[in-house]
């Protein structure tokens, strides 16, 4: 199993421009989640799915959009890219019923200038 | 007040020494916690759950009072590679959609 992958690894965005990070993940876990990381900051979850078709805002989610069409995808979109989004995105599964333990893709690291 | 609050450190400690970590959380219907590691530049990875009993798991010791809504990570004979940063991570519970809670992180340095 790879786990949870994450696209791409390193980006550098211009202010206003879009991208998708891609989220990926083989362990068949219902429960996926979006995190942003700032220096010095814990965790901030920017959205959330408990399964295909259902997505949820977290604490932080403007600015952000997602859909989760399928079990084992979960993109991220920026649409307008600003400084304050400077960040490493992480990407996260777990399972439902019980399992509480979750597991992190490698991080997206962007910058925006 | 931050739902999870921990010492940022760094704790600069030798190896061989013992070493511990306290954390604070704001919610008392908090149900679940947990502590995890993120290597630097890295993904967090769970280092162990914590019971309300207490748990040992090799060198390291987990404690919870919730009556206090404090956690612990007791660290003994400090490796180089136990280097790292250890996050307290609450889970808020059912009413919270079991979303989990991440505290900034402390910073620990083990050195030779």
């Known amino acids: 199993n790879a786990g949870v992958t994450q696209t791409p690894k390193f980006r550098i965005l211009k202010i206003g421009q879009s991208m998708t990070l891609q989220c990926t993940q083989d362990?068949?876990?219902?429960?996926m989640y979006w995190y942003r990381q700032d220096p010095g900051m814990g965790l901030k979850l920017i959205y959330y799915?408990?399964?295909?078709?259902?997505?949820d805002k977290g604490e932080v989610p403007n600015g952000y959009n997602v859909s989760r069409s399928t079990t084992e995808d979960f993109p991220l979109r920026l649409e307008l890219a600003a400084p304050s989004q400077t960040s490493v995105y992480f990407c996260?599964?777990?399972?439902?019923?019980?399992?509480?333990?979750?597991?992190f893709g490698p991080g997206t690291r962007l910058l925006v200038l | 007040r931050k739902e999870v609050e921990q010492d940022p450190g760094p704790f600069n400690v030798p190896e061989g020494a013992t070493v511990a970590f306290n954390c604070t959380y704001s919610?008392?219907?908090?149900?679940?916690f947990f502590w995890y590691r993120q290597d630097c530049r890295k993904e967090p990875k769970l280092l162990m759950s914590?019971?309300?009993s207490g748990n040992e798991d090799g060198r390291f010791t987990a404690q919870l009072n919730r009556a206090s809504q404090y956690i612990s990570l007791l660290i003994r004979d400090s490796k180089l590679s136990d280097s790292a940063t250890y996050l307290c991570?609450?889970?808020?519970?059912?009413?919270?959609?079991?979303?989990?809670?991440f505290g900034a992180g402390t910073i620990l340095r083990v050195k030779s």
């Open positions: 996260a599964s777990r399972e439902s019923g019980g399992g509480e333990t979750q597991y």
């Open positions: 362990m068949n876990h219902n429960y």
């Open positions: 991570v609450v889970n808020g519970g059912w009413e919270y959609g079991n979303k989990l809670v």
């Open positions: 914590v019971y309300s």
């Open positions: 919610n008392s219907a908090s149900q679940s």
């Open positions: 799915s408990v399964g295909a078709g259902i997505t």
